[in-house]
T-cell receptor, first 113, second 116 residues
C-alpha cells in the first residue's frame, strides 16, 4: 500500500491567494483527519470525516478554511484567502473507525508570504 | 474533555542508556492512550497503544509504555537508547465522538535527543 498521499509537499504563495491541499487516504480507511502543526500551537485537529461526512469541524480556525471529501479516496482542504499566519505543515491522516491508529501522510508545508 | 500532558519539552540521553518520555492523562471513563513518533520532515508514525489489559505495552522499535492508573501516567520507555531514536514523540488520547468514529488529542510533544 502506498500510504496516505498528500500534495503538494511544499507550497509558497502570497497573502490573499487561494490554497488547495489534497489528500488520498489509504484504501479501506473510512476515517480521515486534517491536522495542522506549528511551533507555537503544536498539532491541532482541524476537521474529521467519517464515511465522507464531516463529523467534527470545531477546529477549523475560521470561514476562510473549508474541507471536502467528495468520495472515499479524496479530500481537499482549501484556504481562501490565505494569510501569513496560516503558514504551517498540514497533515492528512486516515484510519479504520475506532482504531485510534492513525496513518499520516508526509504533510504539506505551506508558506504564505 | 480528554487531555494528555507531556511535561518535558526535551529529553537528552546517552546512547545505550535507558530512556523515559513522560505523559500524564486526564480522562473520564477508561483511557485509550497512544504514542506516536515524528522524524524530521515526516508525518507521525504509530508506536503503541493501551486499550485494556497488561499495564506494560510493547510497541515498535523496542519501545514500551507503562500504564499507571493511580498516577494517571503512560510513560514511554526503552531499555537502551539509540542515536536513531532521536525524534519528536507525542502522547495522545482517544475521544469517542457522537456521530461516529473517534479523534485523537495529542500532547505538545517531547523532543528526544540521543547522543553518542
Amino acid at each position: 500500500d502506498a500510504g496516505v498521499i498528500q500534495s503538494p509537499r511544499h507550497e509558497v504563495t502570497e497573502m490573499g491567494q487561494e490554497v488547495t491541499l489534497r489528500c488520498k487516504p489509504i484504501s479501506g480507511h473510512n476515517s480521515l483527519f486534517w491536522y495542522r502543526q506549528t511551533m507555537m500551537r503544536g498539532l491541532e485537529l482541524l476537521i474529521y470525516f467519517n464515511n465522507n461526512v464531516p463529523i467534527d469541524d470545531s477546529g477549523m480556525p475560521e470561514d476562510r478554511f473549508s474541507a471536502k471529501m467528495p468520495n472515499a479516496s479524496f479530500s481537499t482542504l482549501k484556504i481562501q484567502p490565505s494569510e501569513p499566519r496560516d503558514s504551517a505543515v498540514y497533515f492528512c491522516a486516515s484510519s479504520l473507525p475506532l482504531s485510534g491508529e492513525l496513518f499520516f501522510g508526509e504533510g504539506s508545508r505551506l508558506t504564505v508570504l | 474533555a480528554q487531555s494528555v500532558a507531556q511535561p518535558e519539552d526535551q529529553v537528552n540521553v546517552a546512547e545505550g542508556n535507558p530512556l523515559t518520555v513522560k505523559c500524564t492523562y486526564s480522562v473520564s471513563g477508561n483511557p485509550y492512550l497512544f504514542w506516536y513518533v515524528q522524524y524530521p520532515n515526516r508525518g507521525l508514525q504509530f508506536l503503541l497503544k493501551y486499550i485494556t489489559g497488561d499495564n506494560l505495552v510493547k510497541g515498535s522499535y523496542g519501545f514500551e509504555a507503562e500504564f499507571n492508573k493511580s498516577q494517571t501516567s503512560f510513560h514511554l520507555k526503552k531499555p537502551s537508547a539509540l542515536v536513531s531514536d532521536s525524534a519528536l514523540y507525542f502522547c495522545a488520547v482517544r475521544d469517542i465522538l457522537t456521530g461516529g468514529g473517534n479523534k485523537l488529542t495529542f500532547g505538545t510533544g517531547t523532543q528526544l535527543k540521543v547522543e553518542l
